[in-house]
């Protein structure tokens, strides 16, 4: 199996044969992450809930490459539709990214309920949807392909290792994140199912722009004169985790940058 793109160009490159899966793929870090998997030859689905993002992601890498599934991830038969669709569509599923999230940030007292569900229904319930319904697939394609390894990426936050007042819970989903993962990767490694989670610093993507006025305000103000990361840095970071030799297993990675302290 080889990739074509849009080009009509083959890419063959050492996730040629793999199958992965992204979520967050209309944004910022997963569609990032997308389009480098593509880049590395790897077969990607494409998962979120804006369709025409969607469209445009598999019209640039072309339609025998990209698979575009439209998925509310907070809805559990929606997410294991969009594995089901993975393999239903590729035959397999070698790679899983976790990059769907959502931060709403703010004092707590002023704080909306409805915003303290939707981090927690997506950051943790959404993200444990996919994995429930995609963990058996890794196991089998890490028993069956010649890679004889599989990974599942998942995007925490350096917001999963400490916490900050006014971050309540979204620190609690990514501090969630993080110890899923740690927990998976310990109970998967026997199946060569590689659980990584990699917890980013400020990252310059749409995450900050949903929430309220006053704190968009505060970030633009806490990172003034910060070089934030770009979504390529982290989607790097991603490649070379599932791209580093079977003996390797990147389990937990931190990523800044480096103007931020
Ligand atoms: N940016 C940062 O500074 C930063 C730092 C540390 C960690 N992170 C983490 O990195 C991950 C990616 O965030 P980002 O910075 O790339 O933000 P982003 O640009 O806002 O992207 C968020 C993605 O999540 C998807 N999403 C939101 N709600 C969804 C739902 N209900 N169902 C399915 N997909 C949904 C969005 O797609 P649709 O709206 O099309 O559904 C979008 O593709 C998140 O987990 C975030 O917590 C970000």
Redesign the pocket.
């Known amino acids: 199996m080889t990739s074509t793109g849009a080009t009509g160009a083959t890419t063959i490159g050492p996730l040629t044969d793999c199958v992965a899966l992204v979520?967050?793929?209309?944004?910022?870090?997963?569609?990032a992450a997308a389009r480098t998997l593509a880049s590395y030859g790897a077969q990607v689905v494409a998962?979120?809930?804006?369709q025409d993002?969607l469209d445009e992601l598999a019209a640039d890498l072309g339609h025998d490459v990209c698979l575009p599934h439209a998925?509310?991830?907070?809805d559990q038969p929606q997410a294991a539709a969009a594995v089901a669709a993975a393999v239903e569509h590729f035959g397999r599923l070698d790679i899983v990214v976790?990059?769907?999230?959502?931060?709403l940030n703010g004092p707590s007292l002023e704080a909306r309920l409805d915003e303290w569900d939707a981090m927690v229904?997506?950051?943790v319930k959404?993200l444990m949807y996919v994995a429930k319904a995609a963990l058996p697939h890794l196991v089998d394609a890490a028993g069956s392909s010649s890679r004889r390894v599989a990974d599942m990426v998942n995007?925490?936050?350096?917001?999963g290792r400490f916490a900050n007042r006014n971050v309540a819970v979204?620190n609690a989903t990514?501090f969630g994140v993080t110890a899923m993962s740690e927990a998976w990767r310990q109970e998967f490694s026997p199946h060569s199912v590689r659980v990584s989670v990699i917890?980013?610093?400020?990252?310059?993507?749409?995450?900050?722009?949903?929430q309220q006025q006053p704190v968009i305000e505060h970030y633009e103000r806490l990172f003034a004169g910060v070089e934030?990361?770009h979504?390529d840095d982290?989607a790097d970071l991603v490649a070379h985790i599932v791209t580093a030799p079977r003996r390797v297993a990147l389990a937990e990675v931190v990523i800044r940058p480096t103007d931020q302290a």
């Open positions: 979520t967050g793929a209309t944004s910022g870090i997963g569609r998962v979120g809930r804006r993002r998925a509310d991830l907070i976790n990059a769907a999230g959502v931060m229904d997506l950051n959404g995007i925490s936050s350096i917001a979204y990514k917890e980013p610093g400020a990252v310059e993507t749409e995450l900050f722009d949903h934030k990361l979504p982290v």
